[in-house]
């Protein structure tokens, strides 16, 4: 029996680590509550404190310590390399871990190597007098702290007025990644151009997301590095900036799909990532039959696992596991119950107050109507939208929907079905303070 330790394991998750082919000869182990490294009752990240928490569980466990995974964003995807090395384990280098989540270090690293997939970019220092003076970018543009997640303080500047009304909300918030991500900086050698560009800084990039998107997961196991699924992101919204829903396999022309796997081939070769996993967002524009690179992140994405469980037959946390088991993964192809499958995301353009969310009952009506289907509330009876941690700049999640389909129109009217069955209800902010 092999002891894995998940980074904010929780049961949604454990539920189809579960599911994996050889499950029987793992036993998984929680390092880290989901609350401790995903949602802290706090929105700041203390890393070091998260640190020695998971040092401290390690070295007390009595048994063997065979692999440490993390499918969550930072500050799991810096942890779990960390851990990797501490213990002895297969796990990539935290220079490599670095220049992918630290994403004007990334962007510097992969004009080295794929200069025409790449926006014009700079670094930002939102707290000069005037940043906006130092800024070489004509508009529209995108800013963004070069630390977070979920589009978390990333904003579209369509002019000055924008650029001003967005500065304070990143000055007065920037602090939740920040101080945790220079806490992992120190311990990684930046170049000397790098280093005084820390968590406090932000990234502006000339606007590149007119095309479709998608994301490549991967993994580089020693030398070799290989891409097994491409999930394609729909998104919505006024500004076409928030995700509706994630769909696998993806519908992008199989030359475009081709050029998009070489690009990350090159790179993750060149950044000098192995043995973990990888994904790699680009954006594909029909037009002009452009590729164009977005971001490269460390780790799985935790949303796309029971997509490749209802397609190809497995988790593709499979992939994680054994890579930090020092094996070459293997994922099976198309051995799932469904062609293709989707994650959506149920969302709110306006902030509110939810007054009524689904009970187990409707959840169970679901289940009923769509055996494959699965439902995890974002938010509780009582709370208000704009208190939700971590959200995009424009919209609030309130729940997730993995759904199963053998094609694209039955997925969405699957989808439809399952909103009627999901009795959400909200008042505005006026109404519940009278």
């Not at 992969?110 to 508009?139: C, I």
């Amino acid at each position: 029996m092999k002891n894995i330790f998940v980074i904010g394991l929780e049961p949604f998750n454990l539920a189809l680590l579960e599911q994996m082919e050889g499950a029987k000869d793992y036993a998984f182990h929680t390092l880290l509550t989901y609350e401790e490294a995903v949602r802290p009752a706090s929105s700041h990240i203390e890393f070091d404190e998260l640190l020695r928490t998971a040092e401290t569980c390690l070295y007390n466990f009595d048994g063997s310590v065979d692999a440490i995974i993390g499918y969550w964003d930072f500050p799991s995807s810096a942890l779990a390399p960390m851990l990797q090395k501490e213990f002895g384990l297969s796990g990539p280098s935290l220079e490599a871990v670095a220049k992918c989540e630290h994403k004007y270090w990334s962007r510097c690293v992969q004009k080295e190597v794929l200069p025409d997939l790449l926006p014009r970019f700079f670094a930002v220092d939102p707290f000069l007098d005037d940043p906006l003076g130092h800024l070489n970018l004509s508009y529209p543009f995108w800013i963004k702290p070069i630390k977070a997640h979920s589009s978390y303080l990333g904003f579209e500047i369509a002019d000055e007025a924008d650029f001003r009304a967005a500065l304070p909300i990143i000055r007065d918030n920037i602090a939740d990644f920040a101080d945790a991500f220079n806490e992992f900086l120190q311990r990684v050698n930046t170049p000397p151009e790098i280093a005084p560009i820390g968590g406090y800084y932000c990234i502006a990039e000339e606007i590149i997301s007119a095309g479709h998107q998608c994301t490549l997961e991967g993994y580089a196991y020693e030398d070799e590095v290989e891409v097994y699924g491409i999930i394609d992101s729909v998104r919505e919204g006024e500004r076409q900036s928030s995700f509706a829903r994630y769909q696998y396999p993806s519908r992008l022309p199989g030359q475009a799909q081709m050029r998009m796997k070489e690009a990350a081939c090159q790179l993750v070769k060149h950044i000098g990532y192995r043995n973990a996993p990888f994904n790699i967002e680009f954006y594909w524009d029909s037009g002009t039959d452009c590729i164009w690179l977005l971001e490269i992140n460390a780790r799985i994405s935790k949303s796309h696992s029971p997509l490749f469980m209802l397609v190809d037959g497995e988790t593709h946390q499979k992939v994680a596991i054994d890579l930090a088991m020092g094996r070459r993964p293997s994922m099976p192809h198309r051995q799932g119950h469904h062609r293709l499958a989707g994650k959506f995301m149920m969302r709110v353009f306006d902030d509110c107050v939810v007054t009524r969310v689904p009970g187990p009952q409707d959840i169970a009506r679901v289940i009923a109507e769509f055996p494959e289907g699965m439902v995890r509330l974002m938010v509780e009876e009582g709370q208000r939208l704009s208190h939700l941690l971590y959200q995009d700049s424009y919209s609030f999640e309130i729940a997730e929907i993995f759904l199963g389909a053998g094609s694209e129109d039955e997925l969405m009217h699957k989808y439809d079905k399952v909103c009627s069955l999901l009795p959400f209800a909200f008042s505005s902010i006026e109404e519940a303070n009278t």
